[in-house]
């Protein structure tokens, strides 16, 4: 079982930079890929970045490319989502979870707000 915290969602200005956390509970958490996801208000929730178990390996959707960093801390059994050059249309609820997706791991998310 693995349960799933995420913080450091805020409310910034297009252009600006946040930096999302993911903690993780669980011994087993270096044996899972990671990925980030996103809802925006009245769309569904999609996918944004993911992460091999390693670190290794990493892939975004087009729209993050050369923005978004997708990272963990095994040791901190955590994940990362460093946002830069923030837009309006990256305002959403954010949440991570494992890929393949596990639908009990959702957690509460966090609410990223880019003002334009």
């Known amino acids: 079982q693995v349960q799933l915290v995420e913080s450091g969602g805020g409310l910034v200005q297009a252009g600006g930079s946040l930096r999302l956390s993911c903690a993780a509970s669980g011994r087993t958490f270096s044996s899972y890929a990671m990925g980030w996801f996103r809802q925006a208000p009245g769309k569904e929730r999609e996918f944004v970045a993911a992460?091999?178990?390693?670190?290794?390996?990493?892939h975004y959707i087009d729209s993050v490319k050369g923005r978004f960093t997708i990272s963990r801390d095994n040791a901190k059994n955590t994940v990362y989502l460093q946002m830069n050059s923030l837009k309006a249309e990256d305002t959403a609820v954010y949440y991570c979870?494992?890929?393949?997706?596990?639908?009990?791991?959702w957690g509460q998310g966090t609410q990223v707000t880019v003002s334009s």
């Open positions: 979870n494992t890929v393949p997706v596990v639908a009990g791991y």
């Open positions: 992460i091999s178990w390693s670190g290794a390996g990493t």
